[in-house]
């Protein structure tokens, strides 16, 4: 019986065999987020400086928001703070521990969903935005016919999506291996790294707005910004 479990006739059973073999699983993350004190440069409770700029600028306004791998909480809270109505998924119930302590903090409602972001029900066109900070580019290949239609799912007509991933070997890792190469290893080597033109075929479905390096902040700075990742906007039409 356990080899019947193991055969694959359906393209749901291809998915989740090359899952097994590349994701991180729950016990990883959990581990990564136990030590909130071994200096990880995005465990500050700031927000990223492209999504605080968004907001500036008037192009992204108050509304229903999705986070994809929300981790500690600190956009989902900066979201909060600005009126929006936050549903934030992670897969480690260890940073929706921190996150929730750090909304409590603040006195702040943010629905943590301790999911993974594949599994999640959601009702299409509920969201005005979909924000994802550092999730993406741990994304396998075979998952990213997924995470677009879960991203175009959940956004309205007009909603935006904004998405925060390494740059290829920009410092903090950003493999540049093909996506070939990560079937043939069997790793991410750590995270993927993009370029601005693998960001704009990969969401060729949306209307693109900006992408750019992220702007370095200085420690002082109440946002989040370093120039290892790359930031991008995008609207779905």
Known sequence: ???????????????????????????????????????????????????????NKGIIKPGNVLELGSGPGRNAIYLAEKGCRVDAVDLSEESLEWAKERAKERALEVNFIHNNIFDIQI????????????????????????????????????????????????????????????YSQRSLNGGLGFTEEKLRLIFDSLEEIEIRRMKEARETDGVFGVSALLTALFRKK
């Open 123 to 182: 009702i299409e066109g509920t969201y005005d935005i979909v924000y994802d900070s550092g999730c993406f580019h741990h994304i396998a290949p075979h998952r990213r016919s997924n995470y677009i239609e879960l991203v175009l799912k959940a956004l309205r007509p007009g909603g935006h999506f904004a998405i925060t991933c390494f740059v290829e070997w920009g410092g903090f890792g950003g493999s540049d291996i093909t996506d070939w190469e990560v």
């Open 1 to 55: 019986m356990v080899y019947l479990k193991e055969t694959i006739r359906t393209n749901d059973d291809l998915l989740l065999m090359l899952d097994s073999l590349l994701r991180e699983p729950a016990g990883f993350w959990n581990e990564f987020y136990s030590n909130r004190e071994k200096g990880i440069p995005f465990f500050v409770n700031k927000p990223d400086e492209n999504l605080v700029s968004y907001f």
